[in-house]
């Protein structure tokens, strides 16, 4: 069942169990909720949850929260007339959840590496030594820094998987003729 959760406190560490992040918080009601998120939830943060209900070897009753829908800011404090004083500063927006799936499939991971490596290998291939004198010039460094970058963008979510769907393989020719 669906339930709208409103941070009152929170743990300062999470716990992972099963490679995801859960945070201890409480609601106003003084219930704790263990919390499936990446990033520490803020005071006043609301969210949309799956809520299910697990009883302990104890015999006690813990709550697990799954969030449906990104975390909501909490309501700006009203302001009041400051008659001419200078404006406080605005406080920090919290960072924005990670909503997708706490893991990336391997089969994916390995699409994406793949990708990235034949991209890199084409944009920063390595100089044939042109005699003995004139070793050759190694371009690994570049091109490790090229993966890594994408790979990262990748892992949070800035990237999609290649279409190959249309015959493309990496690295083939699209047709775009945009100059280097």
Not at 64 to 73: E, G, T
Not at 138 to 148: G, W
């Amino acid at each position: 069942m669906a339930q709208r959760i409103t941070v009152e406190a929170v743990t300062k560490k999470p716990r992972i169990f099963n490679n995801q992040l859960i945070w201890g918080v409480k609601t106003d009601d003084g219930t704790w909720y263990s919390l499936y998120v990446e990033d520490q939830p803020t005071k006043g943060a609301s969210y949309e949850c799956i809520v299910t209900e697990n009883k302990g070897k104890d015999g006690r009753t813990y709550f697990d929260a799954k969030p449906i829908r990104p975390a909501m800011a909490p309501e700006p404090a009203p302001q009041s007339q400051t008659n001419g004083a200078a404006a406080p500063a605005e406080a920090p927006k919290p960072a924005p959840v990670y909503t997708g799936p706490a893991k990336i499939a391997w089969l994916d991971w390995q699409t994406m590496t793949r990708a990235a490596h034949a991209m890199a290998m084409e944009l920063e291939p390595d100089q044939a030594a042109v005699s003995a004198s004139n070793p050759l010039f190694d371009r690994s460094t570049a091109r490790i820094a090229m993966v890594n970058t994408i790979m990262i963008a990748f892992s949070n979510g800035k990237l999609d998987l290649p279409d190959y769907s249309v015959g493309r393989e990496p690295g083939a020719d699209d047709g775009d003729d945009f100059p280097l």
